[in-house]
T-cell receptor
Framework: SQTIHQWPATLVQPVGSPLSLECTVE??????LYWYRQAAGRGLQLLFY??????ISSEVPQNLSASRPQDRQFILSSKKLLLSDSGFYLC????????????FGSGTQLSVL | GENVEQHPSTLSVQEGDSAVIKCTYS??????FPWYKQELGKRPQLIID?????GEKKDQRIAVTLNKTAKHFSLHITETQPEDSAVYFC??????????FGKGTKLSVIP
């Protein structure tokens, strides 16, 4: 069966520091991969999605970037964090067809201080 | 692009009563409508979904109905239990890789 791993679970970072969140998927090949952000008490905002290695689509202009160095690995990065980057970050995957079910990782609670 | 409106934002029900959450969408091409449940500090989990070729789908105490003409779909939870307390999100998509989510409904089931 397919599983998705995301780490770390919590992270406290000072303003201006870099960020790297990692996500890996097991049990499937060529998944679509996504990064979402959820501000406290808010909905789910799609940040990036990827349909293949090296292919990244950005949905929202921001201080973040994403990379997909391997088929089942998705990384969210920032060179310099802002206070507004605080939130709950969720990696997700779906199958390659459109309208496939979306499954989320366990999330990273990021606090930028 | 797609726009999904979800109501109500908060909902309190007595244990054993039914809960109904409604969503409307704007893109008539949308044909996949999932519902997610998110407990505090946890990941959203898919609880039920429906595709546009059916009008209703049930899974034990949970059901989803879809009205394509009116462009709205609803989540129905019967015989609510305290463990149903969570935030529920609806979503819609029509042939793209991007799900558009509603803003969520915080359901509280009062024992």
């Amino acid at each position: 069966s397919q599983t998705i791993h995301q780490w770390p679970a919590t992270l406290v970072q000072p303003v201006g520091s870099p960020l790297s969140l990692e996500c890996t998927v097991e049990g499937t090949s060529n998944p679509n991969l996504y990064w979402y952000r959820q501000a406290a008490g808010r909905g789910l905002q799609l940040l990036f999605y990827s349909v293949g290695i090296g292919q990244i689509s950005s949905e929202v202009p921001q201080n973040l970037s994403a990379s997909r160095p391997q088929d089942r690995q998705f990384i969210l990065s920032s060179k310099k964090l802002l206070l507004s980057d605080s939130g709950f970050y969720l990696c997700a995957w779906s199958g390659v067809q459109v309208n496939e079910k979306l499954f989320f990782g366990s999330g990273t609670q990021l606090s930028v201080l | 692009g797609e726009n999904v409106e979800q109501h109500p934002s908060t909902l309190s029900v007595q244990e054993g009563d039914s809960a109904v959450i409604k969503c409307t969408y704007s893109d008539s091409a949308s044909n996949y409508f999932p519902w997610y449940k998110q407990e505090l500090g946890k990941r959203p989990q898919l609880i039920i979904d429906i595709r546009s070729n059916v009008g209703e789908k049930k899974d034990q105490r949970i059901a989803v109905t879809l009205n394509k003409t009116a462009k709205h779909f609803s989540l129905h939870i019967t015989e609510t239990q305290p463990e149903d307390s969570a935030v529920y999100f609806c979503a819609a998509t029509g042939g793209s890789y991007q799900l558009t989510f509603g803003k969520g409904t915080k359901l509280s089931v009062i024992p």
